[in-house]
């Protein structure tokens, strides 16, 4: 499984990419923001699922949501929204946009795993 | 490092940055309380703390911020607005965090501290306004803002941000192509990242992303470039100096180039190292906020030159004594808001921090608009404490009174409090600086402000220096602290050294400066140790057998910590840009030395650390200080104060004691020389016909002059402005440090009083008066070729 991770802290995109190489991610690519995701969607090998932040300097994950479904090649490109709970109330914002999926911070290595199950990603 | 840890790491450095942009957007926000951007700026900040501490099992981390998020999130929404209250509320909490970061940092946990009074306290505030109304009242009172230049380049150029992880391995620079950038936060371990730009209050907030154009450099890894650099510098150098290259006209072609890459990589590598100084001014807003709520102040901040830069060392270096200084205009400067009205001015203090370059050294000033010194409060407490005496305090300039204030054990506070007054500080300010290569001045006007001046060097790691030999051996001595180079031969030797108290000194334009003997110091046997040690000078007589072996004497004269002394050396021979090596452990704890530096012909020489010098020569130096010559002016006055006195015999019994001050020289003539003049006894002295008096006879004391000395006489040399005169007495016994005590009045002509020094009945001469009785006005032609010479003679200056 090949992922890229977005989000404005390192420590974030840390503890993502551990969880993600746990249930199975080969490649994992990482991002600092939404325009950053972007640049890097278009440069690396099209990912199986793209884990994004919602709160974000430059863009945010609503933007990058927003984005990455107005290009043709990413209408079907697994979406997964990463937010606390906070931001909750907006998710349907987000799903409107086209994110597949949302996690809520904190979360653990199951959740992951049951949500990459429920979008058919092994 | 597991990952884990590396995402601990990287979750402390996060969060230390983005603590300190919301403790500015917090303090920005209070001077623009409408400032919508900075607000989401300040959530999302602590939002992301939450976020990842949540993960990384900071349970009690985790809760105060989301208490503190959801009050935010209540401002952000607008529902409630932000108060003094809510925002020293929130600045506290930034603490907390800190100071859970901290204890992470140290024992991987976030502590046992639950702050559930601050908890309590950010619940409270989210029900609206209930801000207690003293603590409003004290909060609305301290306005920040920055200079309006200031702004300007806010929004012109990107922003860093650095923080304070300590942590050695994840230390990092942010090397940055693009030209200077303001940083707000101070760091003592640097971590830099590049943080999107802020949009001033009125700017559009649109940002961009710097992630591309910058990137983080291990410090450690800087420092090996920095150092290997140097090295490259002193092959090169040692490349130009070799014979071969002016054989071959290619190899000149290619030597000349090397050296010019050299140059520009050398330069190169000193910018990646350079930070500017908003790092350290950042944060004073904070703490002037603070501290003015504290002593219920009003004090606005103003900054320009936040993008001066300075080397990385010498960042960390000034940062505490710029914050106590910061400090110190908080708490004594400014006054309080009705002590200001009264006297005319706006309630509201300002505090303005200036940072530029001149000359290749950084300026740095400190100005309030306060009260200014007050001088003469100033000596009262510097004599109160024992700092000076009176009789000092007399002879003081203005400019040298203030400049009291840095001496140890020196406080003007007129109540200790818990912002500054404790004593200390001012002195270490001061020798912090030094201690670095620069100065500090200080200029007051009453009733108008204070300005400290800071001047400090762009960079530690070169730095010019003076190349001298000692023992065969070179050192180099840091051009900071050198004052000027003096050079005495034959005959003047004998002349301008002396010795006070087993030291010696030299006599340089009316001061007495404290000699150290290079040689002595370092322990290098010095081959002509003849007139340098100081022995051998006791007396005039020896003096003149060791004068034979010397000839020429080298004197580097140094200052450091507000002190003057003379270094003395064998050879003096140039001046260099010198790359400083530090010592390896063996040598650092060997205080004269600050380090190590290659020279052309790739021999080593140790850099003298003149501070270390300085402590070495101290107690010398106190001594002196006494002793100065000018004090001639003065008279003798100030009996009771301590005096540095000549203690001679006269007679059988008598004991006299003369001020030092006023004796020009020590002499031994010959019996023969006397003549008579205008029926008066006379010798002629460096071309000049000079009273002389027999101290015996005018003063009636027993006895005759001992056989012992045959036809040489003692005379004591006596100047007063330009009158001189010779006292011819028996025996030249000592020098003494007396607090005198006046323990009988005169009974006789020519004597002031009588006391006890060192045990016996000493009379103490009256100088002046046998100078107004004996003295003779040298003619014109006499005064002005004295006036014109040009060694500076010192007698009668």
């Known amino acids: 499984m090949r992922a890229l991770v977005i989000d404005d802290s390192k420590a974030m995109r840390i503890i993502l990419k551990q969880i993600l190489q746990s249930v199975g991610g080969t490649s994992v690519e990482e991002a600092g923001n939404g325009k950053e995701g972007l640049d890097k969607l278009k440069s690396m090998e099209k990912p199986d699922v793209v884990l994004v932040d919602w709160n974000m300097p430059v863009m945010n994950g609503l933007e990058f949501v927003r984005a990455v479904r107005g290009n043709p090649t990413y209408r079907t490109l697994p979406l997964m929204m990463v937010t606390t709970e906070t931001e909750s109330s907006q998710m349907g914002k987000a799903l409107a946009a086209g994110a597949n999926e949302y996690v809520m911070k904190p979360f653990t290595k199951d959740v992951i795993q049951e949500k990459l199950k429920i979008l058919g990603i092994k | 490092m597991s990952e884990m840890d590396e995402a601990i790491q990287e979750f402390l450095i996060e969060s230390d940055e983005n603590l300190s942009q919301v403790e500015q957007d917090l303090l920005e926000l209070e001077t623009h309380p409408d400032g919508s951007d900075i607000l989401a700026n300040i959530f999302r900040a602590v939002h992301t703390v939450k976020g990842t501490c949540s993960f990384l099992g900071y349970s009690k981390l985790e809760s105060l911020a989301h208490t503190g998020e959801t009050l935010l999130s209540l401002l952000r929404d607008g529902d409630i607005t932000l108060t003094p209250a809510i925002a020293s509320a929130l600045l506290k909490m930034v603490d907390a965090i800190r100071q859970m970061l901290t204890c992470i940092q140290e024992t991987t946990v976030d502590g046992e501290e639950e702050y559930g009074e601050l908890k309590a306290l950010l619940t409270e505030l989210q029900k609206g306004d209930v801000a207690p109304s003293s603590q409003s009242d004290a909060a609305s009172s301290d306005q920040v803002s920055e200079a ?42 640097a971590v830099v990242e590049e943080k999107k730009e802020k949009a001033a209050p009125s700017g559009d907030g649109k940002s961009q992303s710097a992630v591309d154009a910058n990137i983080r450099v291990d410090v450690g890894l800087l420092d090996k470039l920095m150092n290997m650099v140097g090295e490259l510098v002193l092959t090169r150098n040692q490349i130009l100096q070799s014979p071969m290259i002016l054989d071959d006209a290619a190899l000149q072609t290619s030597s000349q180039r090397l050296s010019l890459i050299t140059s520009e990589l050398q330069e190169g590598i000193m910018k990646t190292r350079m930070q500017p100084i908003g790092n350290i001014f950042g944060k004073f807003p904070r703490v002037v906020r603070d501290l003015s709520m504290n002593c219920g102040k009003q004090i606005r901040v103003e900054m320009e030159g936040k993008e001066t830069e300075l080397d990385k060392t010498l960042i960390e270096a000034i940062k505490d004594p710029l914050t106590h200084l910061v400090r110190n205009s908080v708490d004594h400067g400014i006054e309080t808001p009705d002590v200001r009205q009264s006297n005319g001015k706006s309630s509201e203090g300002i505090l303005l921090l200036r940072a530029y370059h001149e000359g290749g050294q950084v300026n740095i000033e400190i100005t309030d608009d306060g009260g200014g010194i007050n001088t003469q409060r100033v000596a009262e407490t510097g004599v109160k404490r024992g700092v000076v005496t009176q009789d000092q305090i007399a002879k003081m300039s203005e400019r040298e009174l203030l400049n009291l204030i840095f001496m140890p054990g020196f406080s003007t506070a007129e109540k200790v409090t818990n912002v500054s007054g404790r004593g200390v500080g001012m002195d270490v300010v001061r020798t912090n600086i030094e201690k670095i290569g620069g100065t500090i001045d200080i200029q007051a006007h009453l009733g108008k402000g204070t300005t400290f001046k800071l001047k400090v060097p762009l960079t530690l790691a070169i730095i010019p220096a003076l190349i001298i030999t000692t023992g065969h051996e070179r050192f180099a001595i840091p051009q900071v602290s050198l004052l000027e180079l003096v050079r005495l031969e034959g005959e003047q030797i004998k002349k301008f050294i002396d010795t006070v108290h087993g030291a010696s000194v030299c006599r340089l334009r009316g001061t007495l400066l404290p000699l150290l003997h290079l040689g002595q110091i370092v322990g290098l046997d010095v081959k002509e140790s003849g007139s340098k040690n100081p022995e051998t000078m006791e007396s005039p007589a020896d003096a003149s057998d060791a004068e034979a072996v010397e000839n020429v004497v080298n004197i580097v004269v140094l200052q450091a910590d507000g002190q003057r002394f003379g270094l003395v050396v064998d050879e003096i021979n140039d ?223």
Do not use: W
């Open chain 2, 148 to 189: 309006p230049v200031d702004a300007d380049q806010t929004t012109a150029e990107g922003e860093q941000v650095v923080n304070e992880e300590p942590s050695a391995d994840e230390v990092a620079l942010s090397v940055s192509p693009t030209a200077v950038a303001p940083v707000e936060h101070a760091s003592n371990a």
């Open chain 2, 575 to 797: 001046t260099e840009e010198i790359v400083v090596k530090p010592l390896s452990k063996q040598l650092k704890g060997v205080p004269v030395f600050a380090g190590a530096t290659i020279m052309g012909d790739g021999r080593v020489a140790l850099i003298l650390d003149v501070l270390g010098l300085t402590n070495r020569a101290g107690m010398t130096i106190q001594h002196t200080e006494n002793s100065r010559i000018d004090q001639l002016e003065k008279g003798f006055d100030g009996i009771g104060s301590r005096d540095t006195l000549l203690i001679v015999k006269v007679g059988e019994t008598g004991q006299l004691a003369i001020p030092l001050t006023m004796v020009a020289r020590l002499e031994e003539i010959k019996m023969a020389a006397l003549e008579k003049a205008c029926g008066k006894e006379v010798i002629q002295y460096r071309g000049e016909i000079l009273p002389i008096i027999q101290l015996c006879d005018v003063l009636s004391y027993q006895g005759t002059p001992d056989a012992d000395s045959g036809d040489a006489l003692q005379m004591v040399v006596i100047s007063h402005g330009q009158r001189r005169i010779g006292l011819v007495v028996d025996r030249i016994v000592d020098i003494v440090d007396e607090h005198l005590q006046a323990k009988q009045g005169s009974t006789k002509p020519g004597i002031l009083c009588s006391a006890v020094i060192q045990g016996h009945v000493t009379d103490v001469l009256d100088v002046q008066q046998l100078i107004l009785d004996y003295a003779v006005l040298p003619a014109e032609e006499s005064v002005e070729a004295f006036i014109e010479d040009p060694v500076g003679e010192f007698v009668g200056v």
